[in-house]
């Protein structure tokens, strides 16, 4: 499959062409495509301002760009603690509110991969534009399903079109214990049945998730394991995962398997421990507690900005 790269700053068009089976069709980083506007436009819902896409500004000069992205059925606002943390930093920050999180369970009912990559592949778009304007690193940092869906782009295709310099992914979903998969023997109720979610109320952005969020996310997961080994060189960038030894949703062991047998050399796996009752939830000061925030603010320091 080829792909081709078409850098042009004064009229802002970048393409990249997928595979009609993965259902992407052609993205492209029109003007559109560039208005945050129209990104978090969509008159069929009625959406929460406070979880929608949003730039988190410095002061100065950044230094950087980072895409922040949050797990299936949390709140993008919950994103928060980790956008301010880079901002202080000097890292601007774009933190993505995918579909089905942003306010409306409504629109959770009809979510599917290929709408959330073309989502991301939009954000991925305006953070790029930042980064050629100032000559700058670009950054992506996911948790769980966030940190799953920006390796899936990545993945998609041969060429060295979609790629960040650095990442910082917490608990990412690349390895779900097998029970999880259970979940889609609900799939019998249709794709739009609401599961109820028992993760922390401050947290979640649905009282449930949806079977097709759910069905989503493992296709996310199957396509990325399936072509990993494939986009070796392009995956294997400076990356810092952190994990809980005892994550109800991701396995650690697996996990830890996963990046040594397929040699990615520049990730660096970091145990954590969440002060939460739920050991999935790794994404603020108050779930990592402060000694553990304070490291990961080091890391941001020795990582991003070193």
């Known amino acids: 499959m080829k792909q081709h790269l078409l850098t042009c700053l004064t009229c802002l068009v970048i393409v990249f062409t997928a595979t009609a089976k993965e259902g992407l069709g052609h993205l492209r980083c029109s003007t559109n495509l560039l208005d945050l ?3 978090n436009s969509n008159k069929l819902f009625a959406y929460n301002p406070q979880e929608l896409t949003r730039w988190f500004k410095t002061k100065q000069r950044p230094t950087g760009v980072a895409i922040v992205v949050h797990g299936l059925n949390t709140r993008p606002s919950k994103m928060d603690d ?3 943390a880079l ?3 000097g890292i601007k920050v774009l933190r993505v509110a995918l579909s089905g999180h942003r306010g409306d369970i409504e629109e959770l009912k ?3 991969r290929p709408k959330w990559l073309k989502e991301l592949f939009a954000t991925y778009c305006l953070a790029l534009k930042e980064t050629k304007k100032h000559n700058i690193p670009i950054f992506y940092i996911g948790y769980s399903l966030g940190g799953m869906l920006g390796l899936d782009l990545m993945s998609i295709q041969s060429g060295e079109l979609i790629t960040f ?3 910082l992914l917490f608990a990412p979903a690349i390895t779900p214990h097998s029970y999880t998969r259970l979940i889609k023997l609900v799939k019998i109720l249709g794709l739009s049945f609401i599961i109820p979610s028992f993760s922390p109320k401050a947290y979640k952005a649905n009282p449930g998730t949806s079977v097709a969020a759910y069905m989503s996310t493992f296709a996310s997961i199957d396509h ?3 072509h990993s080994k494939d986009r070796l060189k392009k995956l294997n960038i400076p990356t810092i995962v952190y994990a809980e030894k005892n994550d109800e949703l991701v396995s650690y062991n697996a996990l830890s398997s996963f990046i040594h047998s ?3 050399t520049n990730w660096k796996l970091t145990l954590v421990k969440s002060s939460n009752v739920f050991r999935h939830l790794i994404i603020d000061q108050k779930s990592l507690g402060s000694t553990q925030w304070s490291k990961f603010e080091r890391d941001i320091d020795q990582m991003l900005i070193n």
């Open 37 to 39: 506007n129209l990104i």
């Open 82 to 84: 980790i956008a301010k």
């Open 87 to 89: 901002v202080k930093k």
């Open 110 to 112: 009809s979510v599917t």
């Open 165 to 167: 310099d650095k990442m």
């Open 224 to 226: 990325f394991l399936k």
């Open 262 to 264: 397929n040699n990615f």
